[in-house]
């Protein structure tokens, strides 16, 4: 594995979306070690064939396994050397720029709703500390963001936030794939 290659918004993009929708195994028995991430199988392709490269890229070989149960896409690598960076925790408060970018795109890709039509992104997790990192990061950036507990349905179990992101994360560079749906609106004015 060639982890080296990914760009440092690349390395965040896979920690991000780790974060949110990844899971990582080590069985004993078999010394096998096991990475795996679940997204959407309907909603979520783009996002899949962008991670899929990217395992790729590192020379990886992602199995891609359709969950009956659920619309849900399992992609999963058997990897010593990724399920030990990942196992990283990394800490937020002094993460280099295009890290942090990569990192918030790879969230909002694994936690987020984003509306095109009335411009906003949203994420939700029950992860307050986490999701309080990844604010002051953009509000070292100069995005805005805002946190607030949500109402818990009946059967959640743990206490879940709410997390609204300025669209001008958008003009960040940013590789979110759920980010880049948004369009920017232009206000014309007639000449008269």
Known sequence: ??????????????FGLFEG??????????????VEFYLNSLRDKEII???TNLLKKIGLNPNLY?????NCKRIRVYSKELFQILNKNIPLKNIEK????????????????????KSFIML??????????????????????????????EKEVKDSYRMYISVKFK????????????VET??????G
Not at 21 to 34: A, E, L, S, T, V
Not at 66 to 70: F, N, P, S, W
Not at 127 to 132: F, Q, T, V
């Open 124 to 153: 939700v997790n029950t992860n307050k500390i986490m999701l309080e990192e990844c604010g002051s990061f953009l509000n070292n950036l100069d995005i805005k963001s805002h946190i607030s507990k949500r109402k818990p349905s």
């Open 1 to 14: 594995m060639e982890f080296n290659i990914l760009s440092e918004k690349e390395r965040g993009y896979l």
């Open 21 to 34: 929708d990844g899971y990582k195994f080590h069985d004993i028995k078999c010394r096998r070690f096991q």
């Open 98 to 117: 295009n890290f942090g970018i990569g990192f918030v795109s790879g969230v909002i890709d694994s936690e987020g709703y984003v509306n095109s039509k």
């Open 171 to 182: 003009r960040l560079g940013h590789l979110s794939v759920k980010a880049g749906s948004l």
């Open 186 to 191: 232009k206000v014309f004015r007639l000449a």
């Open 66 to 70: 359709q969950d009956k149960r659920y």
């Open 49 to 51: 064939k962008f991670l």
